[in-house]
C-alpha cells in the first residue's frame, strides 16, 4: 500500500456531468491505499482462504425481485459484448447482457477463464464482496473523497489524474476505448478489455489504475449531487461520507429498489462518444447488487500512527 498524505483539495466539477457538481473544498486525513485495483490472483487468495462465494455465483431468491420472470433466475452478471454495427446510445440494451454463468473466474461466460489474467483487475464483484475481501485483508473501502483525492495524485483541479491534456505528447496514460462506442475499438492503447493493473504509468503518489481500466466501488452512498453543505463557503468538510441511503435509490426504478454505491474512475469502456467518465472528478452511481464485467475494487487503511516519518 501507498501512504496518501492528508490535504485539502477542490471535489467535483462544474464543467461536466451534472452529477459531479458543485466542486467544493475537502479536507482528507492521511491514509493508505492499494497501490492497484485488487487483481484475481489477489482475490483467488481470499476465496481460497474463506471459502467466500460470490453474488454473481448465487442463484437470486425470487422473493427479493418480485416480478422477475421464472426463465431468468439464474446466477450471473452483466457482461459487455460489442454490437456488430451502430447502435442507439439511448439503449444500453444493446451492449449489455446479463450471462448466466458469467462470474469472476468466467468473466465472460461459462467458456472463458482467468488463466492468463493473474494480473487484470478482479471484475463481477458486486459491493458486498469487495466489503467481504477488504475485511478479511484487514482493510476498508475508499469513500468517494478519499479516492478523488488519490486519484488526482497532488494535482489539485486538473483535468485528468496525470494533469490537464488527455494524451500527453500522444502517449495514452490509461486503458480507455478508442474508436466509435460501442461497435468499434482500435484498441489504440493496445487492450481491448482489461489489461494487467501496472500496464500505464502511476499517478504522481504511485498509485496505478486511479483512471481506466474497470471502474471502482466506493463506501458512499451515490446522491445526484454533491451535498450542498459541503459547497458552503463558511467551512470546509474534513473526511465526508456522502449520501444516505435512503437517498440512494434510482427514482426510475418501481418494482425493486436497490440502494446505490459511488463508483469512480471510469473504464476500458469510457469514450469520448459515449462517457467522459475517464476523470478523478467523475462519479456514477452502481446497484449494491450488480456485478459487471468492468467494475473492481481497491482498499485503505487509515492507520495514521504507521503513517511514513518524515525522511522515511
Keep these: 500500500m501507498i501512504w496518501i498524505p492528508g490535504g485539502t483539495f477542490r471535489m467535483g466539477s462544474d ?9 467544493h473544498r475537502v479536507t482528507a486525513d492521511g491514509f493508505w491505499m492499494d497501490h492497484h485495483p485488487v487483481t484475481n490472483r489477489q482475490f483467488k487468495e481470499f476465496t481460497k482462504a474463506t471459502g467466500y462465494v460470490t453474488v454473481a455465483e448465487i442463484t ?12 431468468m433466475i ?43 489474467l493473474d494480473h487484470h483487475p478482479v471484475v463481477h464483484v458486486a459491493f458486498n464482496d469487495a466489503l467481504a475481501y477488504a475485511q478479511w485483508a484487514g482493510k476498508e473501502l475508499p469513500t468517494e473523497a478519499e479516492w478523488e483525492f488519490a486519484a488526482r495524485g497532488g494535482l489539485d483541479g486538473a483535468e485528468y489524474a496525470w494533469g490537464d491534456e488527455f494524451m500527453p505528447h500522444d502517449r495514452h496514460m490509461a486503458n480507455t476505448w478508442q474508436g466509435d462506442f460501442p461497435h ?34 466506493t463506501a458512499d452512498w451515490y446522491s445526484p449531487k454533491h451535498q450542498a453543505e ?25 418494482n425493486v429498489k436497490i440502494p446505490q454505491k459511488v463508483v469512480k474512475g471510469g473504464s476500458h469502456l469510457c469514450a469520448p462518444n459515449y462517457c467522459r467518465r475517464y476523470r478523478p472528478a467523475a462519479r456514477h452511481a452502481q446497484p449494491i447488487d450488480t456485478s459487471t464485467s468492468h467494475i473492481g475494487f481497491r482498499c485503505v487503511r487509515r492507520e495514521a500512527s504507521n503513517a511514513p516519518q518524515p525522511g522515511e
Excluded at 60 to 71: A, N, R, S, W
Excluded at 82 to 100: E, M, N, T
Aim: proline letters at 13%; glycine letters at 8%; aromatic letters at 14%.
Design 15 to 23: 464543467k461536466h456531468y451534472p452529477e459531479e457538481a458543485p466542486a
Design 74 to 116: 439464474y446466477a450471473g452478471s452483466l457482461v459487455f459484448s460489442p454490437p456488430k454495427h451502430a447502435v442507439s446510445l439511448r439503449d444500453f440494451s444493446q451492449w449489455w447482457s446479463f450471462a448466466k454463468g458469467a462470474h469472476w473466474r468466467r468473466p465472460y461466460g461459462p467458456n472463458s477463464n482467468i488463466h492468463a
Design 184 to 217: 468499434q475499438n482500435t484498441n489504440a492503447d493496445g487492450f481491448e478489455r482489461t489489461s494487467p493493473v501496472t500496464a500505464f504509468p502511476p499517478n504522481g503518489h504511485g498509485l496505478y489504475d486511479m483512471i481506466g481500466n474497470v471502474w471502482e466501488w
Design 230 to 254: 459541503a459547497a458552503k463557503a463558511c467551512c470546509i468538510p474534513k473526511n465526508p461520507r456522502g449520501g444516505r441511503e435512503a437517498d440512494s435509490y434510482d427514482p426510475r426504478t418501481t
Design 60 to 71: 437470486p431468491d425470487p422473493k427479493d425481485y418480485p416480478g422477475m420472470l421464472p426463465h
